[in-house]
């Protein structure tokens, strides 16, 4: 039993030292070049006057072929790496954009754009299936609030989409107030935290279209198209590896960054009703 805790341990060690390290690497051209845009003599893979790249060639049906997959980011294999490498190391995927190396990235709204857009297209092909809800009493004294959740629940079933932005934007004061402290990226700003939610929001959505495609349906009467352990799974797996913390300082975190939604939309209905019903 120990020596498989240790074979266990070594083999998760090495899986995060693959996952830490940026999978992409450039090799610098040698040879003398000449710039078919401004004549400019160089050598490297880029004009340092025009920034046109050295491999132009006359054009040809596979170029034709490249600036067409070009407009969904298919040419340079970006979106298809930066997809699987939301899957596979999400948290310092968006580690490496945040320090700068965005190069090896597919731009994350462009992404998130992308990604919706394939999903809408799968669900007006896939049939249609009712997720299950629960029904809860409630006393009188919380009748009114209920009511509102009750609103608000099918408001969100109706705007899926929207109520997954709002839930995506939600989740921001929590998680710049509760790790602002991690060993890495200490102290992230607004706009940080903007961006890294976009790479969640990708992520989420790329996992409804991989659920989708195995489930072979589409999930209305939640918010979104997956299990909601695996919301908080996905939540605490990008942010276990994008800000450092141990395991457990990691998980009462995500913890409270993944019910913070329900927090603020709480105190935002009872706010509404004490200004309506004073």
Partial sequence: MRKALIHTRRLLAKVARKQRATPVSYVMKKEQHQCLNCNW?????????CGQESNVQRITWRSVGQNILSIWGMSGRTLPHTLLMLLWRPGYLISDYLEGKRKSSFPPIQMLFLICLLGIGLRMILPIQIAPTSILSVENGGEVIWNHFE??????????????????ILFIPAMQLFFRNAPRHRRTTLPENFFIQVFIGCLFQWVSILW?????????GSIYLFPEWLVFFLLFYTYYQLYGYGFWQTLWRTFIVAISPFLWLLLAIIAYILIIYG
């Fill in 41 to 49: 003599e160089y050598e490297g893979n880029f004009c340092p006057c």
């Fill in 151 to 168: 609103n608000m629940r099918q408001w969100a079933e109706r705007n899926n989409a929207w109520a997954q932005l709002i839930f995506q």
């Fill in 212 to 220: 989708m495609l195995f489930t072979l349906s589409y999930v209305i």
